[in-house]
């Protein structure tokens, strides 16, 4: 009897784990964006939302050529792989801030937003990037 209380006691804890396997695989894919155009913004930041699963900012901007602002909504990585990899922190880009951005757009244009590739900081010259990749590429140091 009390190897089935053993039993019971492991397929219940086994079972549990895997239960909840499921969402902690789920991912959303990233094909609303259209990998094979860039679109550059120029603008201000209306708010930094630095939060888990992906940091995003809003952005008063408009595009090259364009005469009209609008509200963009930029997608980056997490929080921690920006700090690790990118040198990011919560304030590097602060609402109030004039940015000029390289965004992957979304494959719907209708929906202003896209997938950051560059921010630059137009008062300061300083350049950032989201790209956790970028220390396995070839020639860095």
């Not at 700090?83 to 000029?100: E, F, H, L, M, Q």
């Not at 494959?107 to 790209?131: A, H, V, W």
């Amino acid at each position: 009897m009390n190897n089935a209380f053993k039993f019971a006691g492991t397929a219940a804890v086994i079972g549990g784990l895997l239960a909840g396997a499921g969402p902690v695989l789920a991912h959303h894919s990233a094909a609303m964006f259209d990998f094979t155009k860039t679109v550059t913004l120029t603008g201000t930041v209306a708010e930094v939302r630095w939060t888990n699963p992906h940091v995003t900012l809003l952005v008063d901007a408009k595009t090259e050529g364009g005469d009209q602002s609008t509200n963009w909504l930029i997608e980056m990585t997490s929080p921690s792989n920006l700090v690790r990899v990118s040198n990011w922190t919560r304030t590097s880009v602060k609402p109030g801030d004039n940015v000029k951005l390289v965004v992957a757009p979304l494959r719907e244009s209708d929906n202003k937003g896209g997938l950051l590739r560059t921010l630059t900081l137009i008062d300061t010259g300083q350049s950032f990037s989201p790209n956790i990749y970028q220390r396995s590429e070839p020639g860095l140091d």
